[in-house]
């Protein structure tokens, strides 16, 4: 009877298109059958159940968390040049690096992983008091700006954010976004709606973005249709597709270093380091480990009190300049990694501490110790560079023709 009544109700659950990760699912099944030989349901098999039904997960047909109404997210690329200008009012960029490099917590990648070790934070849409510090203020105004006219849950729904300050000639290897935690404990590979880039520098490698999706990472062949290369900006601030690939190669280094800069941004540079700020939407899903700063200490500044927010809230987007790829082309190889953007500079970790040891890192890069990829793409960079010493754009999206990228896995 009981099982039954199990199988009921999973007709219904499917019906419905509620989405149950693997893992959990093959658990959930192992402890109905227990349970019936049983007779009863042991206390311990009801908590495993109750833990299944809070991960469940409403998942569309893109493989993102649902979103019931309110206005449609836009997940196309778009740029803000000039969403944190220098010299705007009450802005202070020397403060905000500094807690930036206060909370980087990551390391980087040791030799044969693939995932580098590194802790997210947590800011909630739906907070009973404003953000405390200016970072966490930044990273619920970030929410706001490209989720705030949806309807989500609050409770559920927020910014997963992080800080990369690393040395200018340091890689942040190819990867996609995801919940670490959530496929630790199900194998369930869960992306953001949307991720988010926010420079401090100028400094450093481009953010190259990729649209392709991991759904299709286990297939032998691979090739993106487009490739938008961001130079990094002193706070500029990029969005894109939560689902995509994305790196920063610092063999595209010299693409940052010929921008022409106003003497405002020259002065404002922080030589020699790239600083950015990273923030995950989530909308529904709160990933698994991520939780709010532990500012007990004070480390952080404390936040301006809704002034950040409204710079942030008047931001105008821009659309990237339009190249397309074939004749005169670079070629590059570069290994594609199963980590997040946080770990592949050195460790900045407070001095006397232990570097943050994330066990679901620790998990994934033993998983994927036997499997090596490589990703392979062709860029027109003849006339990368002629446009970005001419200034002419800060983001270039390249029309890809077939062969020009590739994902393998040797």
Not at 182 to 188: G, P, S, V, W, Y
């Amino acid at each position: 009877m009981q099982r039954a009544l199990r199988r009921a109700a999973a007709e219904e659950a499917e019906r419905e298109s509620k989405t149950v990760p693997p893992a959990k699912r093959r658990r959930q099944e192992a402890e109905a059958e227990e349970d019936e030989d049983e007779g009863e349901e042991s206390e311990e098999g009801s908590d495993a159940e109750t833990s299944e039904e809070e991960l469940e997960l409403n998942v569309d047909e893109d493989g993102r968390v649902a979103i019931f109404g309110g206005e449609a997210l836009d997940y196309c690329f778009r740029s803000y040049p000039e969403l944190l200008a220098p010299g705007a009012a009450g802005l202070d960029f020397v403060t905000l690096r500094k807690d930036c490099e206060t909370a980087f917590t990551s390391r980087a990648a040791k030799k044969g992983e693939q995932y580098s070790s590194g802790e997210t934070f947590w800011v909630p849409a739906g907070g009973s008091e404003p953000p405390a510090t200016l970072l966490e203020e930044l990273a619920l105004a970030i929410f706001q700006l490209h989720a705030g006219k949806s309807e989500f849950d609050p409770e559920k729904s927020g910014a997963e954010w992080w800080t990369l300050v690393v040395d200018e000639g340091d890689d942040v290897g190819w990867h996609w976004d995801r919940d670490y935690g959530l496929e630790a404990d199900t194998d369930f590979k869960l992306h953001p709606h949307m991720s988010t880039v926010t420079y401090l520098s100028r400094a450093g490698a481009p953010t190259v973005m990729l649209d392709i999706c991991e759904a299709a990472r286990d297939e032998e062949l691979v090739e993106a249709s487009h490739a938008i290369v961001s130079l990094p900006r002193i706070g500029k601030h990029v969005v894109f597709d939560g689902r995509w690939l994305h790196g920063a190669p610092s063999e595209l280094s010299d693409l940052s270093s010929l921008q022409k800069l106003p003497e405002a941004e020259m002065f404002a540079s922080c030589a020699g380091k790239r600083c950015t700020f990273l923030v995950n939407i989530w909308v529904n899903h709160h990933p698994v480990g991520s939780a709010p700063y532990p500012n007990e200490a004070g480390k952080l500044s404390p936040s301006s009190r809704g002034a950040l927010s409204k710079l942030v809230a008047a931001g105008s987007p821009s659309l990237p300049a339009d190249l397309k790829s074939g004749g005169g082309e670079e070629s590059f190889t570069w290994p594609l990694k199963d980590g997040d953007e946080e770990g592949y500079g050195e460790d900045s970790s407070d001095a006397g501490e232990e570097p943050y040891d994330n066990p679901s890192v620790a998990e994934a890069n033993a998983r994927d110790a036997e499997g090596k990829r490589q990703f392979c793409l062709s860029l027109p960079m003849k006339e990368l560079r002629e446009m970005a010493g001419a200034g002419k754009a800060d983001a270039f999206d390249v029309k890809l023709v077939s062969g020009s990228s590739k994902v393998r896995i040797l």
